[in-house]
């Protein structure tokens, strides 16, 4: 996926679209999200996160592939439904494994998976930019498609067998699959949700955004647009790796709000003083907004596996169901996020747009205050 945004500025160039409609028809996979977070935690159910996640790859490398096809703008929201439904389901059974593994060893350790993701999301915006006046879209995208299917696949024989899910059924019997969550809980999972799509948000809007942006705005050349991308992958990546830590000296409450208000104010800040300078030199726009990207990258890192921990820790209610109802809330919100962005983006311009994702990891940060008040939560 990864690389697949590293070429979105020149996919949105093939079908000859504006940032509005482009954007909006990219955030049509927010609708196929909803889709896959509403039917993810039933399927698990049925066969086991581990087969879930062997099955799902194969539409996931189907739907990145196909974007390097794409010539025509009905065509975008169409592979984007298409893949966004391939990768929520793929979350819902990945994630859902990182969370029993986690709880078994009694350690923050979903920071450093989701940095292990961040790693071959560099990996894939590096290798985009190095190839891109070499390779076009179509070529790249179905190599890198393949490449992915075939790791998942060899890797995904080691994942936890169906025995783990059942045994995690099993040990939160408080809430039956088919029982109504009560209101207090639920009440709970709106905060860690709401908090969650906001961090997503500001996380989506580098990979839908970045490479836009350095081309468009900041007229830098094809394979050089890349370089905001990778620096904020490469951040996100020394974040989640020291994120654990971190979170279990001084709590997840503490971790996310310094991130959230940091992360936020320095990538708006790094934005609007890029913007200021462009005009004279771009390349010194270039370092700052790379900078802006850092900061953003620092502040995000532990957000998405934090609130992951938060909602699968809840008593009584078993790890998928609750991952897959927390994914249901953050995709709607996140598929409003997206479409606010488009639409600012046609309104005013795409660098005030961003501001906007900005605001949301400020709030997310914010609003972490509140997982204090999880039900019997360990993380008070």
Known sequence: MAATGARLAEIKSNVGATNTAFGVSIMVGNLGSLLGT?????????????????????????????YGFLNALW??????????????????????QASMIE??????LLPSFHGSWSLGALFGSLSAGAI??????????VINSVIALVGVTLVSRRLLPILA????????????????????????????????????????????????????????AIGINTLGYSSFLLAQIIGRFSAGKLIDKFGIPKVLR???????????????????VVHHSKYLALVIMCLAYVILGFG???????????????????????????GIFSSLGFFLGRGIVSLLAGVVS???ALLFPALALVGSGLLANRLREGINSPLS
């Open 300 to 326: 995000v890192a532990p957000m998405p596996p934090a609130y992951v921990t938060v909602s699968s820790s809840i008593p009584g209610l078993p790890t998928s169901r609750a991952l897959a109802r927390m």
């Open 132 to 141: 891109a006046r070499v390779l076009t879209p179509e070529k790249h995208l």
């Open 75 to 96: 065509q975008v929201p169409l592979v984007a439904f298409f893949a966004g439904t391939c990768y929520a389901l793929g979350n819902v059974g990945v994630n859902s």
């Open 350 to 352: 795409l660098p005030i």
């Open 38 to 66: 509403f039917i993810g935690g039933r399927i698990a159910h049925r066969i086991g996160t581990r087969r879930l996640v062997q099955t799902i790859i194969f539409g996931v490398a189907i739907s990145q592939g196909l």
């Open 165 to 220: 899910d059942r045994q995690d059924i099993a040990a939160n019997q408080g809430i039956k699959h088919k029982q109504p969550i009560p209101r207090e809980i639920k009440k709970f999972l709106y905060i860690v949700s709401l908090g969650s799509l906001l961090a997503l948000m500001a996380e989506a809007s580098v990979g839908d955004w970045s490479s836009i942006l350095l081309k468009e705005d900041l007229h830098l």
């Open 103 to 108: 709880s078994r060893f009694g350690k923050s």
């Open 258 to 276: 310094v991130g959230g208000i940091v992360g936020g104010v320095g990538y708006a800040a790094g934005l609007l003083l890029s913007l200021s």
